[in-house]
């Protein structure tokens, strides 16, 4: 190791400290009981809306003020009682049970049943398989 000078050593010291608490540790449990005990001040606030839920339910006043003055009587539409006549008929005069249709049209028995019984609501792609398997009109005028 030539050319290079005596060797030192940097004896400084370092000093290595905690950080301040920040806010989250000063409200800390065990934080506030040992100020407590050395007889420090400690402020405490009410919240005005602690321990409540009056920010969320506010302006449900006003909904359920309009809900309860709702009159109109809001239902799914139904098969009509025409419609089902005419698809029992058009599959009786076939002579296919509600299986056999429903494996026609690739649908559900259960979906035949609902349409015969009136419980279905209607929709005009199963009514259009059932109009090319039935080979019978069944939407629109007769």
Do not use: C, F
């Amino acid at each position: 190791m030539s050319g290079v000078g005596p060797i030192t050593q940097d004896w400084e010291p370092v000093v290595i400290r905690k950080k301040a608490p920040n806010a989250a540790a000063k409200k800390d449990e065990k934080v506030v009981n040992a100020a407590r005990r050395s007889g420090a001040e400690i402020e405490t606030l009410k919240k005005s809306n602690a321990g409540t839920n009056k920010a969320a339910s506010s302006s449900t006043s006003l909904n359920t003020r309009k809900l309860d003055e709702e009159t109109e009587n809001l239902t799914h539409d139904r098969v009509p009682s025409e419609l089902k006549k005419a698809i029992m008929q058009a599959r009786t005069d076939k002579k296919l049970t509600q299986s056999q249709l429903a494996q026609l049209i690739n649908e559900k028995p259960q979906i035949i049943q609902e349409y015969e019984s009136g419980k279905a609501i209607p929709n005009q792609q199963i009514i259009g398989k059932l109009e090319r398997a039935l080979g019978v009109k069944l939407r629109g005028k007769k």
